[in-house]
């Protein structure tokens, strides 16, 4: 889990909510500015949402955060 209070936590929380399966969300950092989401493959459809909804409002959610807004948000395979 990612500390509290930082971009990660606040990805790893939405998705949590998102998701039938909360405990295969990961949530890593890359270079310090990529936050990279894997989840079940089951799930990735909940957290793209339909055209990419979910998925847009998490990054506006990042980029509006006081930390998040030099962070990018990347969903992985």
């Given amino acids: 889990m990612a500390e509290k209070g930082t971009p990660e936590s606040l990805i790893e929380f939405i998705a949590k909510g998102i998701v039938d399966n909360p ?3 990961r949530v890593s950092v890359k270079d310090g500015v990529h936050i990279e989401l894997e989840t079940n493959p089951d799930d990735r459809g909940r ?7 979910v998925a847009k409002a998490m990054r506006a959610l990042l980029a509006v955060s006081r ?11």
Avoid at 47 to 53: E, K, T
């Fill in 23 to 25: 405990d295969d969300v």
């Fill in 47 to 53: 957290v793209i949402g339909r055209q990419g909804r």
């Fill in 67 to 77: 930390k998040g807004a030099k962070h990018r948000l990347d969903i992985v395979d």
